[in-house]
């Protein structure tokens, strides 16, 4: 999109791969600071109905920043959409839109913003109802970094303006209620309530004119009429003081809270493509040839042809849709054939044809009056062979596309529908239209579509338009589904276990998933949450099956029926066998040769059902939809099943061990070998990270266990205890986790390891549902086991998380005695794996007592032996310590440069506590730059992964962090109720450094609040108990919480003490630059000197800023640190004493 200054951009993000907007200033000079403005705003900013900012750089000389992408309608249009002033469905749709508008407007108010420019263009409805206030650039903002308003100068837009901005008076948040009563006015009756085509004439009515009352045009409830007219009033004082007052009003004006229920909308009319950039890409290519007959690149010459081919449901028709769309938008003509199944080709090809001739109005040459008259002739004659039909609509066709070509001087592009359903008539009409083209060019190109099965080799698409660029649209990708999913909710992406759920029932299909998603929300599976609309949560995710699409269910039933039977059972085979197989086996399945099988196979790659290939250079066979195989396996006769399963278990049996093969082993009867297998499957997939793969397989041997009697105690234990293991780490809250780990303990084995192994694995689940007294018991028993046994990669890891569970209840120097054991034993055992695992305990160790650089240190030379070993669980331990080490120091764009280059797989990872650790180490670096728009989006993502009854820590360290973010938002009521819940969880559950944490952000908020008194009580208490842990950083965050909180009344020097040596011994910059800012505050309020504190802390924040790349560097030119401190410069320093 282009405005006049700007031109914004949607793009994409390389780490995520998420679409952002990203608005670009091309005009600079006089514009720059007001672009700048538009950033040090929304950068304050974190409400769910404003537009979300995320980054500010430059490209050169011109700044950018990147924001929340977000598709939607202005709201006086909204509201047009919503019915005719005064009917009752636009009133109630009125007053919910503006209810969330004034708070939004209540929330820049708080913060010291006056929009100064309110009107329908800055207000968006987003699909699903959400409103998002947008466009900041004129904003008032206090403790500006530059003011953009000459004297004199008008800011706003005079249809909406406020009296005082006309009159250039000085103005703050009612100015912005003005202009809301003006909106207000327009969405209730449709019309303004001063309206002038004279500027002057315009103003003179907003600052002496009355504005008519709004019933005088519509029914409207004398209470609504009311709050209108009030807030149209010429004395600000008069005005409602608040947004917030104003949302209150017109709750009362409907009788009931105004939010949006917790369902949310799908969006299929979104004009974003989401996975096919690279298919667009190659479209815009062909298209940017213009068909103009100059070069050799496809779309140069006239009459070059694009198809785009895919499965049914790949998105075909969407991108078709898309191309439409940039042909209109590149002015040129599109026109559109369509060809359906069962009508006669002709008379589709003359039905584009007719619409063609009538562009040309009454105005045309006698060219195309003849041709049209031919065409007449053609559609109404009966008499003519269809040859010469053809040759005559070649010809008319020709003609239409030169002549329309030769008047708009801009190209033509055919758009072909369908042209699976075009029989041997329909490809002749483009064939001959193609060929007069080329003999006499016209710039013209033809775009089509058609699926797969219908362009194979021996189709006729391939034989007749064998030259035309093909533009292929496999499934997408687990990443890409994630992406279309939170494109069509308008929100971020589902976590990855979602993800794959969606993709494994839609097969990867676009139109697929929209129809999965649209289920999920209809059975409340997907809801928002709470009040936030931005916040969504995934219910009962992993223990609820997604079920294929119904439509296209039955499409495959329809496609299997129509096949021949040996083409039928070759499928069967390949669905049991996991939908896929050599031909070798398939063929021994259907006991026959090789050679005998592979017409059916082609048969069936021809049909669009297989893909051919070759793995360990032997032919192979792999179903195309990942769909299929379900619903190939359903329609398999009970005992034709049985006599497959025998079958194809003596070919497979032999061969290394998977899903399909397992399963086989069971069903056959072969259940020693089969259960062998699937402690091999499991033991395997679980080293590596992967717990939903062994699940795969164990969640069908488990329950066959139950009825086994007898047999390898040991592999039946070992089974159990390997389903516990892979369900603690990918369905934390699944109680068959407890059930299975208890059937493993009731078979007694001998052996301390196996024993020990028990209580590890009871320590973690008592550690997921956050009962850490019971988790350090049952890792106390587990030691007891080790302790004395030879040294093992066991042994370090009980010692480990020993250390870890003193870090976490306060205990660090008990901590330090356990982690320095685990290294110990990690060096005895002797792999670099099982060192570096030790190592990052010893680094979180280190950490905690403020060894910042020999934390760092440690924690990097960890990460780097488990990046190169891929151990995922090990990194999300690791980077955290690392980028936790990097950003007290101020080295903020280091931490993030770790932090991206592992997020893109830990997003993958099959155990989402991974990620979590990733995001919430991401969410504290972006609140130290004071970007909470990014900090908020990282919580979001949180909340949507982790859900309630797991990982208690984890979901307290996110909703300590949203508190610090609530805190940073000045939402002191919103911060207070979020802290004090983490407070009462966290200290029951034996969290102590949380439980300090907490409690001192909570009393900064109370401070805020007023509420002194208890705020000191608490401040006094956290600090007491952090010095107890020795948990340094712990320690020195509440006390810098204090610092903000008391600075103007208790010198911060006293407020520091506990931390005082540490801060000068170790390059705890953010710490340094805190209380800095807190001591000149001090000074200033006592009548001190207090210049000089406030330009060391200017040099201290100019250290951090040559650290940072230039995007953190311009966040924070804009942090609060920045503002207070140009504050201080702009004012008259007080006399020294």
Known sequence: ARGGMAEVFEVEDRASGEHLALKLLVQTGGATARFNREYEAMIRLNHPNIVRVYAYGLLGDHPWLSMELVEGTPIQAY???????????????????????ALALDHIHLRGLVHRDL?????????????????????????????????????????????????????????????????????????????????????????????????RHTDVPPALEAIILKLLSKNPEERPKTGSDVAAALERVVGRPLYLPGTLEIDLAAERLVGREEQVRALWGFLDGQGAGDGEAPGCQSADMALVVGLPGSGREQLLEAMDREVVDRGWRPVTAYFRQSTDDLEQFTEMLTDLARTFGAGASVDVVEAVQDLRQVRRSTGLSVAERLEVIRQVAATLVRERTRLDKTPLVLIVRGLQHAGPVGFEAIVGLREELRQHPASFLLLGELTENADDPQSMARKRLPDALRVTLPPMTVREVALLVGALLHRRPPPAAVARQIYEASGGLPAYVEEVVKGLVADGLLRARGRDQNRIEWAQREEI???????ARERLIDQLATLPVDRRRAL??????????SVKVLAGSLQCRSQEIMPALEDLAHRGWITLGKRRRLPYAKMRQVLAEDVVRQQIHPCRRRVLQRLLIDEVADEPAFVAQIELLLEVGRVEQGLLRARDWAIHHLSKNRPVTALEVLDF?????????????????????????????????DPQTSKSLAKADRIKIVGNLFEAELHLTKARIQRVIGHYPNFRKELMEAWNLVENAEPSPLAATVATLLGWSN??????????????????????????????????????????????????RTAAGAVEILAEAGDVRGLSQGLPVWVDALRLQGRSSEALARLDAHLPAMRESEVPTYYVRMLLANAWVEVDLGRLGRAQECVDELAATLRKGEHLDLRLQSDLVWGRILLASELYPDAVQRLHEVRNRAAPAGLGVITELARALEAEALWALGEQKPALKMFTAAVQQLQRTGDVPALASACTAQ????????????????????MEQQPAALFRVEKLIARGRYLRAMGRSYQETFEEASRTIGDIVRALTPTDAAALRLHPWTRRVRAVRKATPPPRN
Request: proline fraction near 7%.
């Open 701 to 733: 041997v488990i329950p066959k266990l139950e009825d086994l009697e007898g047999g390898d105690e040991l592999l039946r234990a070992q089974l159990y205890l390997l389903h516990a293991t892979s369900l603690l780490n990918a369905r934390p809250t």
């Open 572 to 581: 069967e085979a390949m669905a049991l066998c996991g939908g896929e197989a």
């Open 807 to 856: 870090r976490m209840s306060g205990q660090v120097d008990d901590a330090a005695t356990w982690h320095g054991r685990a290294r110990r034993i990690a060096v005895q055992v002797g792999t670099p794996v099982v060192r570096a695992h030790a190592d990052v305990g010893v680094a979180s160790w280190q950490f905690a007592r403020g060894l910042l650089i020999e934390a760092e």
């Open 79 to 101: 509201a047009k959409r919503c019915g005719r002033p005064g009917t009752r469905e636009r009133l109630e749709e009125v007053i919910r839109v503006a209810h969330d508008l």
């Open 545 to 551: 099956a997604i079920p294929v699409p119904a439509g």
């Open 1043 to 1062: 610092a903000r909180a008391m600075s103007e009344t208790v010198d911060p020097d006293l407020v520091f003490r506990p931390v005082r040596d540490w």
């Open 119 to 215: 009107k329908s263009a800055n207000v968006l409805v987003l699909p699903d109802g959400r409103v998002k206030l947008i466009d900041f650039g004129t904003a008032r903002v206090s403790e500006a970094y530059e003011e953009i308003t000459r004297e004199g100068e008008f800011i706003g837009t005079f249809a909406y303006a406020s009296p005082e901005q006309i009159l250039n008076k000085p103005v703050d948040g009612r100015a912005d209620l003005y202009s809301f009563g003006v909106l207000l006015y327009r969405l209730i009756t449709g019309k303004r309530p001063f309206d002038s085509d004279d500027i002057g004439e315009l103003a003179r009515m907003h600052v002496k004119g009355e504005p008519p009352p709004p019933s």
